[in-house]
């Protein structure tokens, strides 16, 4: 659940599964089955749910303190008085927003120090990051505070203040019970080993002999699968960690992001549009370029790239081309498909639904990614309306257990995990999103996007960067998840199409841009993939990556002119 040890996380699994995939034929599934991994992730997707559930839209200052789940932190404001902090150092410390840096429970020695070192660093007169060690007030132990300067987009300086305190969640009680059905006796033995207690202490405070509490810890140690006191304060305090995912909550409804579109008034600008297919779900769709144009369908990827950049958008306008976004069912406000549905036939015929409410009867199509293979099954739904499809970072189904071995990491983990541990996948993925959701949408992406130069690139130009953050607010934003329509659409990426795709020789035609440096569909395998389809054109752009399409829109529409 740590965005900085995600890489970790992906590399334990590769190990874990990549001795499956290496003795699999190409057609067989052999599922992971460990039961004791399973416990684990259904334990964890508890918390993840209450975390969902709590979630705000952050501003700044909350930010900077919800980094810090067990560390009793806060901000300092330039008035030293104490800004927003976060429960531990309530609990803690015993302060509270607004009282003043004087009140810190700090002995009466240390407290001038420490705040003048406060009051140096805010004036520009002290360094940018400094460590403070203090006496607590109440039994002398040491306090860390480790301080950094701040400068805020409202042109404020602040503070940035984490201590070495450690404060126990008013909701772990409940968690721990939850997850190892714990007494409250239990319980309260473990906070009190988590707070340094010696066995001997614990028996005096509690009024009972040393060895009933070594009694009760051997109960503890085995309910916990825990060999020693050391390794379960590892377990105890990584589960504290978690905790800053499992702040109870009410329980809500799933919202769904309602993609942004920006009140402007440039010509070809989005418009958010709606219909209702015939079982009464909603389904919106963008529409951009020239309202009157030829109509050109964009399949936005699981990943929800919906809109181009503004200079893209505009071309299209001026090239008579209406482009046509299907928000896909669980997307947006798009009502999601029902759980046992055929996904694929559903998205199609949401699309088909669509372009009834527009009516637009032969189209051209934009996929993006894997998305080449709605594309296909559009033909094989209704042969002979579509005109041209253009498939942009076009990703053919992994042919072979080898085609993953040439995949970066990240892009080969979720294709991995639907095929080999399917009963996971939607934790994994919902997990990434809560992720994004808490670190933010731009350092996420650049955790996926990390090893591809080319496309962390496009993310430095800001209007590449402002399309990218609006078209996937229909797949996630600071309030909104469409992670459950997200695995659903891996699962489907996994499964071949070679069939349906083949059906397009010689009824339409098809063009592929790739970029060499596509962490996905790398030239490894669509280098193959081309030459056993030699009807196919294709076009390869050096050095793009597979978010070529915010800075090659250009090429697509070129060639869906020509179509």
Same mark, same amino acid.
């Given at each position: 659940?740590?965005p900085?040890r ?15 995939? &290496?003795s699999?034929d190409k057609?067989e599934?052999?599922?992971l ?5 399973? #416990?684990?992730?259904s334990?964890?997707d ?6 969902a559930?709590?979630l705000?839209?952050p501003n700044?200052?909350q930010?900077?303190i919800?980094s810090f789940?067990?560390?009793a932190?806060?901000?300092v404001?330039?008035d030293?008085?104490?800004g ?6 309530q609990?803690?410390l ?8 004087s009140s ?13 070192q406060?009051?140096d660093?805010?004036?520009?007169r002290?360094?940018n990051m ?12 040491f ?16 503070l940035?203040?984490a ?7 008013p ?9 190892f059905?714990f007494?409250?006796?239990?319980v &309260?033995?473990?906070r ?5 207690c010696?066995?001997? &202490?614990?028996?005096d ?5 040393i060895?009933?509490i070594r009694?009760q810890?051997?109960?503890?140690l085995a309910k916990?699968a825990t060999?020693s006191q050391?390794e379960l304060i590892?377990l105890?305090l ?8 499992a702040v ?11 993609g942004?579109i ?13 219909t209702?297919?015939?079982?009464g779900r909603?389904?919106?769709?963008l529409?951009?370029?020239d309202?009157?144009?030829k109509?050109?369908?964009l399949?936005? =990827?699981?990943?929800g790239m919906s809109r181009?950049p ?6 299209a306008?001026k090239?008579g ?5 299907p ?8 009502t999601?498909l ?12 949401d699309?088909?639904h669509?372009?009834?409410a527009e009516?637009?009867d032969?189209?051209s199509?934009?996929?993006l990614?894997?998305d080449?293979r709605f ?5 094989k739904?209704?042969?002979g309306?579509m005109?041209g499809?253009?498939a =942009?970072a ?9 085609d993953y071995?040439?995949?970066d990491?990240w ?8 095929r080999?541990t399917?009963?996971?996948l939607?934790?994994?993925?919902k997990a990434?999103?809560?992720m994004a959701?808490k ?11 990390g090893?591809s130069k080319?496309d962390i690139?496009?993310f ?6 402002e399309?990218v953050?609006?078209g996937i607010?229909i797949c ?5 998840s469409?992670?459950k329509a ?5 699962s489907e990426?996994?499964k071949?199409?070679h069939?349906e795709?083949?059906?397009l020789?010689?009824? =339409?035609? =098809?063009h592929?841009?790739?970029?060499t440096m596509d962490a996905q ?5 669509i280098?193959p993939f ?7 054109? @294709? #076009?390869?752009?050096e ?5 070529l399409? @915010?800075s090659?829109?250009?090429k ?8």
């Open positions: 659940m740590d900085g995600a890489v970790e996380l992906l590399e334990q699994w590769e190990t874990l599964v990549k001795p499956m995939r &290496d699999a057609h599934h052999i599922l089955n460990d039961s004791a991994m399973e #416990e684990h992730i334990r964890a508890r918390f993840l749910e209450r975390y559930n709590t705000e839209p700044e200052r930010a900077l919800d789940d067990m560390a932190a806060f901000l404001e330039s030293l008085n104490i927003i902090l976060n429960a531990g150092a609990a803690a015993q302060i509270s927003e607004g009282a003043p840096v810190l429970p700090v002995d009466e020695a240390d407290l001038p120090s420490l705040m003048r406060m009051r660093m805010l004036e520009g002290g360094p400094s460590l403070f060690r203090v006496r607590a007030t109440d039994c002398g132990h306090i860390i505070f480790r301080i950094r300067l701040r400068k805020l987009r409202d042109g404020a300086q602040a940035v203040v201590t070495s305190e450690l404060a126990w969640p909701e772990f009680d409940s968690i721990l019970g939850e997850a059905s007494t409250q006796t239990e &309260d033995i473990v009190m080993l988590i707070e340094c010696s066995v001997k &202490d614990i028996a405070q509690r009024g009972r002999s060895d009933t009694a810890i051997k109960s503890i916990t060999r050391v590892r105890i990584s589960m504290m960690d978690m905790t800053g995912f109870a909550g009410p329980a809500t409804t799933e919202a769904w992001s309602r942004y920006p009140n402007s008034n440039n010509q070809g600008a989005a418009t958010l549009h709606t209702f297919a015939p079982d909603r389904l919106d769709y529409i951009w370029g309202p009157n144009g109509p050109c369908v399949l936005h =990827v699981e990943i181009w503004k200079l893209g958008e505009q071309a306008r090239a081309i209406k482009i046509i976004t928000i896909r069912a669980g997307y947006g406000d798009s999601p029902p759980n046992k549905a055929d996904f694929t036939a559903g998205v199609i015929d699309i088909m669509v372009l009834k009516n637009v032969r189209f199509v934009i996929s990614c894997a080449v594309g296909a099954h559009i033909e739904h209704s042969p309306r005109t499809l253009v =942009v076009g990703t053919p189904p992994p042919d072979s257990v080898s071995d040439h995949m990491l892009q080969r983990f979720l294709l991995v995990c639907a080999y399917p009963h996971l939607t934790f994994t993925v990434g999103f809560l959701r670190y933010g949408q731009r350092k996420f992406l650049e955790h996926v996007y090893k080319a690139e496009q430095n130009d800001p209007d590449i960067w399309a953050i609006t607010q996630l934003s600071d309030t909104h469409a992670h997200f695995a659903r659409m891996i990426e996994i071949g199409w069939d795709f083949s059906a020789e010689g009824k =339409v035609p =098809v592929f841009i790739n970029g569909a790398t030239m490894e395998i280098t081309f030459r056993d389809h030699p009807w196919v054109t @294709y #076009e390869l752009i050095g793009a990556g597979q978010l399409i @915010y090659h829109w250009d697509a529409l070129k060639k869906i002119g020509q179509f």
